[in-house]
């Protein structure tokens, strides 16, 4: 199994999810241009993208599915709430229910509900039912709950979300009611929650931690990187932490013992 972030923050996500042949995209935030460039960059030609699982209704995580399905003809699932969305233009989608668990070429995708202030989100782990791999995509999130803990835990590579350093977000200049709403239960996750979260996921399996969906007005990556590396070092973690970028491609990221040709992870562009 390999992990690429292909990009991740309020401009657009996308997370690449590969194992042989299968290659599962999850969100697709990006016009078909852009998302053909980060996937050459990862040496994966958009056609044989197998499926694109969409966690959320949001434009950052769905605005270029629908041109991407067509032009590429890859299959789409989301949630009934999700697949609702008017920027998925019509298109075929199928549909599950939070809590389902999906087969998509070699990857058994578990679904679980997310606290967030979307129609129906839904965060993922993807296993290799061949190596049993696993990788946990969890972004968009307001709060730790069971549901978000579960999806962390026990992953060889984990994306989490780590939004906001608290202190640059109430002093920046969104308005009050934008701030209320992204530090909220149903918003998005501070680096400090983040940091607790991923300390909790510690476990002998862990490689790989990327932070995921940093905002670029109220964070940094050193910021998020200081934040959750400072409770990490309680741990005996001996993993990389990696903060994900908007306008990069990050990765490959595998599990310990995965024999690669990049031995260490690559920033791209």
Same mark, same amino acid.
């Given at each position: ?7 991740? +923050?309020?401009?657009?996500? $996308? /997370?690449?999810?590969?194992? &042989?042949?299968?290659? #599962? *995209? @999850? ?38 599915v629908a041109a ?31 809590g389902d668990t ?39 999130? +307001?709060?730790?709950?069971? $549901? /978000?803990?579960?999806?962390? &835990?026990?992953?060889? #590579? *984990? @994306? ?110």
């Amino acid at each position: 199994m390999k992990v690429w972030v292909l990009g991740s +923050g309020s401009k657009g996500n $996308a /997370v690449l999810i590969e194992s &042989r042949a299968s290659r #599962v *995209l @999850v969100d697709c935030g990006f016009g078909t241009r852009t998302i053909a460039q980060r996937l050459k960059a990862a040496g994966v030609a958009p056609q044989s993208i197998e499926a694109c699982v969409i966690t959320h209704d949001h434009s950052d995580h769905v605005s270029g599915v629908a041109a991407a399905a067509v032009k590429w003809g890859w299959q789409v699932y989301a949630t009934p709430g999700t697949a609702e969305c008017v920027l998925l233009g019509g298109i075929p989608v199928t549909t599950f229910a939070s809590g389902d668990t999906l087969r998509l070429g070699r990857f058994e995708v578990a679904t679980a509900a997310t606290p967030h202030d979307a129609s129906d989100p839904v965060g993922l782990v993807l296993t290799d039912v061949a190596t049993g791999a696993r990788a946990g995509i969890c972004y968009d999130v +307001g709060h730790a709950s069971e $549901a /978000v803990r579960a999806l962390c &835990r026990e992953v060889d #590579v *984990l @994306v989490l979300e780590a939004n906001h350093d608290e202190g640059m977000l109430w002093s920046g200049p969104y308005p009050p009611w934008l701030c209320q709403r992204i530090a909220g239960g149903n918003g998005h996750l501070s680096n400090k929650v983040a940091a607790e979260l991923a300390r909790d996921s510690v476990c002998k399996r862990l490689a790989h931690i990327v932070l995921a969906h940093l905002s670029e007005q109220n964070n940094s990556p050193a910021v998020a990187h200081g934040a959750v590396s400072r409770a990490l070092a309680r741990t005996r973690w001996k993993g990389t932490l990696t903060p994900a970028a908007q306008h990069a491609v990050v990765g490959p990221f595998a599990p310990l013992g995965a024999v690669m040709a990049q031995q260490a992870q690559l920033s791209l562009f």
